[in-house]
Every structure is written in C-alpha cells, then in structure tokens.
C-alpha cells in the first residue's frame, strides 16, 4: 500500500486547535487526526499526581476522544521511562492487542511537576470493534521467504546473501483502513548491494501490504578491541587536511590502532579492504603516523565521530548515539568504488566513491555527522524510513550533520556534502538547506513529491523540512511570510528535543511542527519569540 495512506491510518496530521476538556484540562490546545477523528498531539493541563497511572486514567476519562476501545492499561505497555534535562518524565507507551504491537502505534507522555502536560503519537482507534483476525494463518518461516523471495524478484534481481537482522515478528499493521495481523520480516544483505528491508507480510494469505528500505544512506588485527596504551597519532584526511587522532598502542601486537578509549565505550575504526563483508580489521600502523593516501579515509572517518560524540555530549547533554556510551563503529574502504555511504543499524560503513562523482565518504564532515544522527533516531523516534516520516528522518540528519560543522568550525555552510561530491566541479553539493530548489528538492509543501521512487521522496521532500530549520535559524522571508530567526544554537535544541522526545516512528510534516512547537515552548516558554519563530518557519513552507 501507499505509505502516504499508512500515515493517514495511524499518523498525526492536522491543524492545531483549541480543545476543552473540562475541570480537569486547562489550557489545552490539540493536533487532531482528521480520518480516525482522534487527537494527535494534545498539550496543556491534563492531569496531576502518579505519572504512569495518571496517563491511564486520563485516557479513560477522555475514552470518547480517543476511542481505544477499551480500558488504557489494557492496550498500551509502557516502554520507556526517563527524566529529560528539563526534569521532565517522558514516558513511551506500544498499543497491543492480544499480546500483538501495533505497528507504529506510540504514545509519549510528559509529566511536569506531577502533572500530566502532553501527549503525543498514534494510535490505532476502536482496534477491539474491528474484525481482526489474531492467529495467524501462515508461519514466521512462510513469511521470510515471501520477503526473501520478493527481494531477490524485485530488488536484487538474484538470491541475496542475507544476514542476520530484526526477528520477525507478529504486528497489527494498519492496512488503509483496515488494521490486519501481519509479519514485520527484516531482510539484511550486503551483497550484490546493500540492503536493510522491512516488509509487511500479511499473516492471513502472506500477501505484501508494504515494504521499504530501512538502510539510511547518503545518497594486522582482527575485528576485535585491542588491550593497551591510550596515545596520540597524526595523519592526512581526504582533504589534505592533517589531523591529531586518538589510538591504541599494543605492546603485544606491535602496532598502534584507531581505537580512541577516552569517548564513551569506544571510537572504532576498521579497513574493509575493499571488500563487502563487516566490519573489517581494526585498522593497525606501525608508527602511529597515518599519512598514506590509503589511510585518509580512516584518519577522517576516526576524527570525524569523535567530533561528533562531542557535539552531541557537549551541546544535548547525550553519550553517544543510543544515550549509553554505546561504541562508535566505522569502516572505510567498503567495496570498490563504493558511492555511498551508510548506517546500516549497528555500524558506519562508508565507500570510497568513483573519484568523480565522489570522494571518500568519511572526507565530509556532515556526511558522517548525517549518518551518525540516522543511529540517533533509531534509538530516538524510530522515524519509518518512507515518506513523511522518512523525509523527516532524512532532514534530522541533515540539520544535525550541519550543525556538527559549524561545531567544529570546518569552513561551515549550509549545503551537504559539499566537501567530498563531484571534486572537479566546484560550488555543487547533493543538497542544500538553504535553498533546496538549487538541487531540484521542494521548498514548499505544495511542491512535495509524491510519487514512490527513494521510498516515497525521503532525500527529496527533506528539503521543505530543511528549509525551514535553515528560516528559524537564520530568519527571513520565503513564499511572503516572514521569520525571525533565533540562531543556529537554540534552532538545534528545539529540533533534537523533538526529536527525542515527542516524535513517534510514523510522525508526518503536521506532526513535526507541533513537535517544535512545544520543544520550543518547554525550553522557552509558551509566549515566547522562539515560539512565534518555529509557527512563522513551518508556515513559511506551508506546513501546518
């Protein structure tokens, strides 16, 4: 099915607008999902005392609204529950029905000072007054080889090798309007090209009712850490720009590795050798000097997450992708002339590129800062890599990988991937937020792709997103409509706060401003300028 018409199932979309509640909901302003006639997004003073039970009884209290069909306890499950650096609870709950999730179907929940303050996220409606069929009719084996066979039929065009991924499993997938028992089927392979698919098979006849591609692209040691001694290298990047790099030295092996311990539980960095097979040898030297032209993509690849890690410590308060200190992987040289780089859900992997079209990936900064913020939501929102949620996941990382260069204050500009695409044409990148339609992207939701090529437009329609984290930062006027800019620093908060901690993996565009309306409204206050920024920005593209 279209993927525009899964968000219309479960997604939240839709004008914000006034909404009583009553005694116990004061001040309550709603994003309402038009199709299920359920709310989306509701923010104000809902209720007080304990977090978990009070989400629950407001839900039954407002059953009516939001049409569960049932007692709250007994369709969702909390998955989650933190404080947030505002000390705010932030609370993640899955909607389920005889013991199976939903598909998409998220719920956050925040709590201030003891009182429940927001909701957002989708929500199937009436699930249980649905003829819904909870056996299914064909096995977990049946359904991976509808996937696999439909892999090689339709994407591969031969048997791919595949690898281990996501275990299938059983889901309520919300088939247009019709919510059907289905298998979510992961099929991973690197070979003959990349590949990280999700497919929807239905658990009645194993028809496919969706699928997509989760890989989030830009367009002598073993594998194993070393024991030994934190030290210094240097070396060339891609760019000829030389760099100071964290290493290992072993005194048992000899050599020195791009192994940095001093961030997190690790900075990794392996040579594929022009391979196709992960992740690699750790990448040793002899002298701790890395000025070879091999080593240049490793030097930057290295270099580069660790700028990254800081940027994302030192300015959101965050260890590491997952908010754990998990390790950062990279390898570099993958395959031969390889023009791409990606995330591939545990690792970073980057080609060499052709030497014409591109150079070696890990020579941008905001490549590796893009590709790094896809392993950010992952463990985040889990934005579904297709359409509006996808173009979302696509404009996350563009905003953030730009950011890390200005961070790092490398000749820093508002285009992706400048550095490192097409070296003999000057002034071009694959992108700019800026101004998108210098590449052929949208800068107005009236312009949105809507076809299905690059799963539903996700590098393309990223641009009207990116348009306008690049108007709230900077201000001006686009389509008549003026915005004040609030600067890059508070642009970032308010969007990585989204982010984090109110987007859901089917969020569109609607959803998304609401998101930054509110992140801006915590962080600054309801009547604040930056909130007056974010309407006037999203407006500018004609999101609303």
């Given at each position: 099915?279209?993927?525009?018409?899964?968000?219309?199932?479960?997604?939240?979309?839709?004008?914000?607008?006034?909404?009583?509640?009553?005694?116990?909901?004061?001040?309550?302003?709603?994003?309402?999902?038009?199709?299920?006639?359920?709310?989306?997004?509701?923010?104000?003073?809902?209720?007080?005392?304990?977090?978990?039970?009070?989400?629950?009884?407001?839900?039954?209290?407002?059953?009516?609204?939001?049409?569960?069909?049932?007692?709250?306890?007994?369709?969702?499950?909390?998955?989650?529950?933190?404080?947030?650096?505002?000390?705010?609870?932030?609370?993640?709950?899955?909607?389920?029905?005889?013991?199976?999730?939903?598909?998409?179907?998220?719920?956050?929940?925040?709590?201030?000072?003891?009182?429940?303050?927001?909701?957002?996220?989708?929500?199937?409606?009436?699930?249980?007054?649905?003829?819904?069929?909870?056996?299914?009719?064909?096995?977990?084996?049946?359904?991976?080889?509808?996937?696999?066979?439909?892999?090689?039929?339709?994407?591969?065009?031969?048997?791919?090798?595949?690898?281990?991924?996501k275990p299938t499993r059983l889901v309520i997938y919300p088939d247009e309007e019709t919510p059907r028992l289905a298998y979510e089927v992961n099929v991973r392979f690197l070979t003959p090209v990349p590949g990280n698919w999700i497919y929807m098979i239905d658990a009645a006849d194993g028809k496919v009712l969706n699928k997509w591609n989760q890989m989030d692209e830009a367009k002598p040691g073993g594998a194993q850490p070393v024991a030994g001694t934190s030290t210094v290298g240097v070396g060339r990047g891609v760019l000829g720009d030389q760099k100071y790099i964290n290493t290992t030295y072993s005194s048992y092996y000899g050599y020195y590795y791009l192994q940095d311990n001093t961030r997190g539980s690790g900075i990794f960095t392996y040579d594929g050798r022009n391979r196709t097979v992960?992740?690699?040898?750790?990448?040793?030297?002899?002298?701790?000097?890395?000025?070879?032209?091999?080593?240049?993509?490793?030097?930057?690849?290295?270099?580069?997450?660790?700028?990254?890690?800081?940027?994302?410590?030192?300015?959101?308060?965050?260890?590491?992708?997952?908010?754990?200190?998990?390790?950062?992987?990279?390898?570099?040289?993958?395959?031969?002339?390889?023009?791409?780089?990606?995330?591939?859900?545990?690792?970073?992997?980057?080609?060499?590129?052709?030497?014409?079209?591109?150079?070696?990936?890990?020579?941008?900064?905001?490549?590796?800062?893009?590709?790094?913020?896809?392993?950010?939501?992952?463990?985040?929102?889990?934005?579904?890599?297709?359409?509006?949620?996808?173009?979302?996941?696509?404009?996350?990382?563009?905003?953030?990988?730009?950011?890390?260069?200005?961070?790092?204050?490398?000749?820093?500009?508002?285009?992706?991937?400048?550095?490192?695409?097409?070296?003999?044409?000057?002034?071009?990148?694959?992108?700019?937020?800026?101004?998108?339609?210098?590449?052929?992207?949208?800068?107005?939701?009236?312009?949105?792709?809507?076809?299905?090529?690059?799963?539903?437009?996700?590098?393309?329609?990223?641009?009207?997103?990116?348009?306008?984290?690049?108007?709230?930062?900077?201000?001006?006027?686009?389509?008549?409509?003026?915005?004040?800019?609030?600067?890059?620093?508070?642009?970032?908060?308010?969007?990585?706060?989204?982010?984090?901690?109110?987007?859901?993996?089917?969020?569109?565009?609607?959803?998304?401003?609401?998101?930054?309306?509110?992140?801006?409204?915590?962080?600054?206050?309801?009547?604040?300028?930056?909130?007056?920024?974010?309407?006037?920005?999203?407006?500018?593209?004609?999101?609303?």
């Amino acid at each position: 099915m279209n993927k525009r018409a899964m968000l219309g199932a479960i997604g939240l979309a839709f004008g914000l607008m006034a909404w009583p509640f009553g005694a116990s909901a004061k001040g309550k302003s709603m994003v309402w999902n038009e199709q299920w006639k359920t709310p989306s997004f509701v923010s104000g003073s809902l209720l007080g005392r304990c977090s978990q039970e009070l989400v629950y009884r407001y839900l039954d209290q407002e059953k009516n609204t939001f049409q569960l069909g049932g007692q709250a306890r007994e369709r969702l499950s909390l998955i989650g529950n933190k404080l947030d650096e505002l000390g705010h609870t932030v609370m993640r709950f899955e909607q389920a029905i005889a013991a199976s999730l939903c598909m998409g179907a998220v719920l956050v929940a925040h709590v201030n000072d003891g009182e429940l303050s927001s909701l957002s996220g989708t929500l199937i409606p009436n699930l249980d007054k649905r003829t819904l069929k909870t056996e299914a009719a064909i096995s977990i084996q049946q359904a991976e080889m509808i996937a696999k066979q439909d892999v090689a039929d339709r994407v591969t065009k031969e048997r791919p090798a595949a690898e281990e991924g996501k275990p299938t499993r059983l889901v309520i997938y919300p088939d247009e309007e019709t919510p059907r028992l289905a298998y979510e089927v992961n099929v991973r392979f690197l070979t003959p090209v990349p590949g990280n698919w999700i497919y929807m098979i239905d658990a009645a006849d194993g028809k496919v009712l969706n699928k997509w591609n989760q890989m989030d692209e830009a367009k002598p040691g073993g594998a194993q850490p070393v024991a030994g001694t934190s030290t210094v290298g240097v070396g060339r990047g891609v760019l000829g720009d030389q760099k100071y790099i964290n290493t290992t030295y072993s005194s048992y092996y000899g050599y020195y590795y791009l192994q940095d311990n001093t961030r997190g539980s690790g900075i990794f960095t392996y040579d594929g050798r022009n391979r196709t097979v992960l992740p690699g040898s750790l990448w040793a030297d002899g002298d701790n000097q890395f000025f070879a032209s091999y080593d240049a993509a490793a030097v930057d690849a290295h270099y580069y997450a660790g700028v990254v890690y800081d940027y994302y410590k030192n300015v959101h308060g965050r260890l590491s992708y997952d908010g754990s200190n998990a390790a950062i992987r990279s390898t570099v040289h993958y395959g031969r002339g390889y023009n791409n780089a990606f995330w591939n859900g545990s690792q970073m992997v980057y080609g060499d590129g052709d030497g014409q079209t591109f150079l070696p990936f890990s020579g941008g900064i905001d490549v590796v800062g893009h590709e790094l913020t896809h392993a950010v939501t992952d463990y985040t929102a889990g934005l579904v890599y297709q359409n509006e949620s996808g173009a979302i996941n696509e404009a996350m990382s563009d905003i953030f990988g730009t950011l890390v260069e200005f961070y790092a204050n490398r000749n820093p500009d508002w285009e992706i991937g400048e550095d490192i695409y097409t070296p003999g044409v000057a002034g071009d990148a694959l992108r700019s937020m800026s101004d998108p339609a210098k590449y052929g992207d949208p800068d107005h939701y009236s312009k949105r792709y809507t076809g299905t090529q690059d799963n539903g437009g996700v590098h393309t329609n990223s641009g009207i997103i990116n348009k306008a984290a690049y108007l709230l930062s900077q201000g001006g006027v686009h389509y008549g409509v003026s915005v004040t800019g609030i600067g890059r620093d508070k642009m970032g908060k308010i969007f990585y706060r989204a982010l984090v901690y109110y987007l859901t993996p089917t969020s569109n565009f609607s959803q998304l401003r609401a998101a930054c309306v509110q992140a801006a409204a915590d962080l600054y206050g309801s009547t604040s300028q930056e909130v007056n920024s974010v309407k006037q920005a999203f407006n500018a593209v004609g999101v609303y």
